[in-house]
């Protein structure tokens, strides 16, 4: 039986019954002040029972604790904890403080896995700062001999886990990830404290996301998730939340995507994790830049910056769509430089993948600059590092893609055209239609030998009343608002994956392979419009219909009765109403928005009614 607080405390803990071991322990320290072992035990509690403040105050006893004792070792590692959760909370100095007094207090002990921890904080930090992973490696590859001779398990798990980082950033794909899942694998076994285990699985999920191996990202986040559950962790189930947005981005789920990097930013802020708060508000302007929503996309890019995450390359991207292109080059070239000045500094900067994550950028908007050169010298960079990974087909097509378009703009035609023909084998293979398309029309290939049949989603858009507004309005003055309607819906277009078919002089026949990112668009254009009427007084009111069917593709063109079908709904739409099927809205499965009832409709020339609903967009 558990008589006193301080037994009830302990046994709260190891259950993970949180907050009952903050209440049961801080009524023993009342009683009687804790010892530093159980003040450390505290303070664990308070974290993850949601009180990180009282948590830091109470490590910070601790250690006055362990150091009052002669128990230098521990005392070292609490300072180490402290140092990098004042790192994480922008407070450099006082990390920095810290960092320097667990040095110090162990410079002439033995070999104990805190000189490997130590290690292990460098590694982190050299290849955060600099870039350079190959001595980060050697840091760890250091701290990882260390756990292994001391027999420090949790030590050997999170240097592992670095070690396996700074391979995938080297390019060294295959071997780098077999030791992160290792490591994953181990934060789960119940041999490290939760706190370890947080740290490795962040690791493994980051570098997943930013290998582009988003299969493998899924699969860790899914783990960590249940495992989260089971140990009622907080705090850090913030940072999931935030690769977990990303996830959803990718797949086109905007909304839940936005949520979930919403709530990730209140977790972490209230933890102060601000590092990765910072991350969770960049996360928040990919989402709203691909919502169309430029002027939440640029506070959100505003504040990652505030919190110390460089916005690039969504900033960029965000002054190219408003046309200024001139800061876009700047933006994007700045942060690319970067590397250059550390590669002069230290002699390496191997971090392919921060290299990676902005070469896209860099390539689109030197083309639309003009700088042709460089847009080429950026686009074959950007297939060397693609090369070294082999997680993602579709981006390394891509990748072609853009280094065959810089090729052509540079006059560069027959390698061009071997990128491009090469880009456009690999999206045949993946089944990307419409990708393959595209890159068939860079080629003037496009195939009108025979005919194809296609399932995709289309989407037909209409200015509502347009003949009795262009009366109204003036040709010039109509003239300028097509204009308008035609570069921003465009723009939308090519933001969310479309094509563009045709263009019917006040609307638009576009095509989708996924359904996901056909409603995306959709909502993306209709809060643009209701943005401009509320900023500007006025907008041109647009009725959207989709819908999900085969085709045949033959020149150019797609034409069947699933065509017929999304002309029709498109017609029956209301101004401001997006119009979708029962097949749309289940193809997009979970990324499909909140609709109103549905309803059958019987369409012109359809002879079976037609179930459809109305996005709810606002």
Known sequence: MLDTPLDRGREALFRHDWTNAVEALSEADRAHRLEADDLDRLAEAQWWSGAPDDAVDTWERAFAGYVASDRIEDAA?????????????????????????????????????????????????????????????????????????????????????????????????????????????????????????????????????????????????????????????????GECKVHRAELKRRRGDLQAAESEALEACQELEDYRLLD??????????????????????????????????????GLALLQLLRGDVESAVAGIDRSLQTAIEFEDRIHTFDDLLTRASLLPAAVEIHIAAGDLEQAAAYATELEEIAEAYESEALSAAMTRTLLGRALLEVGEETAARMELRAARSAFSELGAVIHERQVAKLLGEEDSRSEHRVRLTFMFTDIVRSTDMAAALGDEAWTQL?????????????????????????????????????????????????????????????????????????????????????????????????????????????????????????????????????????
């Open 77 to 237: 590692l609490v300072a180490l904890h402290l140092g990098n959760l004042a790192y994480r909370r922008g407070a450099a100095s006082v990390g920095n403080g810290w960092m320097a007094r667990a040095e110090r207090l162990v410079t002439d002990l033995p070999e104990s896995p805190v000189h490997g921890w130590l290690k292990a904080e460098r590694a982190v930090f050299t290849m955060l700062a600099t870039g350079d992973t190959r001595v980060g490696a050697e840091m760890a590859e250091e701290a990882l001999d260390i756990a292994r001779r001391t027999g420090d398990r949790e030590l050997e798990t999170m240097s592992l886990g670095i070690i396996g980082t700074a391979l995938v950033r080297q390019g060294r794909w295959q071997e780098g990830m077999s030791l992160i899942d290792e490591a994953a694998l181990a934060a789960g076994s119940g041999e490290l404290r939760p706190r370890t285990a947080c740290d490795v699985y962040c690791i493994t999920i980051t570098t997943c996301c930013e290998a582009t191996d988003y299969r493998r990202a899924r699969e860790w986040t899914d783990h960590v998730d249940r495992w989260m559950d089971r140990h009622a962790i907080h705090g850090y189930r």
């Open 276 to 313: 990765s708060a910072a991350t969770a508000h960049y996360e928040i302007g990919e989402i709203r830049l691909r919502l169309g929503d430029l002027g939440g996309a640029q506070a959100a890019f505003d504040k990652a910056h505030e919190l110390g995450r460089d916005p690039q390359p």
């Open 482 to 618: 097509l204009q308008w309607h035609d570069r921003n819906l465009r723009e939308a277009f090519v933001q969310h994956h479309g094509q563009e078919v045709k263009h019917t002089g006040d609307g638009f026949f576009v095509a989708f392979e996924n359904a996901a990112d056909a409603i995306a668009c959709a909502v993306a254009i209709q809060r643009l419009l209701d943005r401009q009427r509320r900023d500007h007084g006025f907008a041109p009111r647009v009725r959207i219909g989709l819908h999900t069917a085969e085709a045949t593709y033959a020149d150019g063109d797609y034409s069947g009765h699933g065509v017929h079908v999304a002309a029709r709904i498109g017609a029956i739409a209301e101004g401001d109403e997006i119009l979708v099927s029962s097949v749309t809205r289940e193809a997009a499965g979970e990324a499909s928005l909140p609709t109103g009832e549905p309803r059958e409709v019987t369409l012109k020339g359809v002879q079976d009614p037609v179930e459809v609903s109305a996005i709810e967009w606002r």
